[in-house]
């Protein structure tokens, strides 16, 4: 049984494209992410993964088609009835993104002030610290970004877009870049975002071992569609040629 059919979709997109001029990136992309699961994206670098979740979340405007968060289509709304919505979502960028002239804790506290409008210095505080001791990076708060390794600043990233309590957390390739242990700790994280919090996750990554080991459902993208879209053992018989050579290459270089 699909995994759609059990479980209420936090998220749906039906026929969705988005172009860039001649370059027709997403040209017909129906995806469900059902509630409070770990779905992972994957798919050939440039094949717009990127621009898929952009596009979920409003970061780009779709050229057509429609993308629903829970009963709300977000499509038909103004820009001005999508700012509470937008709440609902975190997004952890590809390269973290951090603000690199400010501290750590001030970084961590720009979205509450920002989004939700926390004006109690000693709340913003408390939830700083919280969140930093959740990340196991207890007490970097007056540090700057360039004195955090590489590993470090990707779990600040991580804890940048969950202070928010978003409902759903977008993971733009939370790993890429990192050594196979520090990569490790990233996908945890990813999980225990998703078990501990309760939050649906969604991940784009180039790790297919990670992917077929912690994800629910996977989607494969590729050159606007989605190609194969299941859970990891679906995925993993699928007939399609380029799947299955994509997760044979991927599994046979860990295996060197
Ligand atoms: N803002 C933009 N304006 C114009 N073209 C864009 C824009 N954003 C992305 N593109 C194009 O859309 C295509 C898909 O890009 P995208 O970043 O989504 O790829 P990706 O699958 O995330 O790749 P990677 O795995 O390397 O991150 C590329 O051809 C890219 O040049
Ligand atoms: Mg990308």
């Given at each position: 049984m699909k995994i759609e059919e059990t479980v209420r979709p936090i998220i749906r997109t039906e026929n969705?494209?988005?172009?860039?001029?001649?370059?027709?990136?997403?040209e017909d992309i129906t995806l469900?992410?059902?509630?409070?699961?770990l779905c992972a994206i994957i798919g050939q670098s440039g094949t717009g993964k990127s621009v898929l979740i952009k596009s979920i979340i409003g970061m780009l405007k779709p050229d057509g088609?429609?993308?629903?968060?829970?009963?709300?289509?977000?499509?038909?709304?103004?820009?001005e009835e999508l700012i509470p919505l937008r709440k609902a979502f975190g997004y952890s960028f590809q390269n973290?993104?951090?603000?690199?002239?400010?501290?750590?804790?001030?970084?961590?506290?720009f979205p509450l002030k920002e989004v939700l409008r926390i004006r109690s210095q000693r709340?913003?505080?408390?939830?700083?610290?919280?969140?930093?001791?959740?990340?196991?990076?207890?007490?970097?708060?007056?540090?700057?970004?360039?004195?955090?390794?590489?590993?470090?600043?990707?779990r600040v990233g991580v804890a940048r877009a969950l202070i928010t309590e978003p409902e759903v957390l977008f993971f733009d390739e939370p790993t890429t870049g990192l050594d196979p242990v520090l990569a490790e700790t990233i996908n945890n994280l990813v999980v225990?975002?998703?078990?501990?919090?309760?939050?649906?996750?969604?991940?784009?990554?180039?790790?297919?071992?990670?992917?077929?080991?912690?994800?629910?459902?996977?989607?494969?993208?590729?050159?606007?569609?989605i190609i194969a879209d299941g859970r990891p053992d679906e995925i993993a018989r699928s007939g399609h040629g380029m799947v299955r050579d994509f997760i044979r290459i991927s599994f046979n270089e860990l295996s060197l």
């Open positions: 969705l494209r988005k172009v860039f001029g001649e370059n027709r990136v997403l469900t992410i059902p509630e409070k699961s088609g429609r993308v629903w968060f829970r009963d709300k289509e977000l499509t038909a709304l103004s820009d973290a993104a951090l603000f690199d002239s400010m501290t750590i804790g001030e970084n961590l506290a709340e913003i505080k408390e939830r700083v610290s919280q969140l930093l001791e959740w990340i196991e990076l207890p007490g970097i708060e007056s540090k700057r970004p360039d004195e955090l390794s590489g590993g470090m600043k990707k225990r975002v998703n078990k501990e919090l309760h939050i649906t996750c969604v991940m784009i990554t180039h790790d297919i071992p990670a992917a077929f080991r912690i994800a629910g459902k996977i989607s494969f993208l590729d050159r606007g569609y």
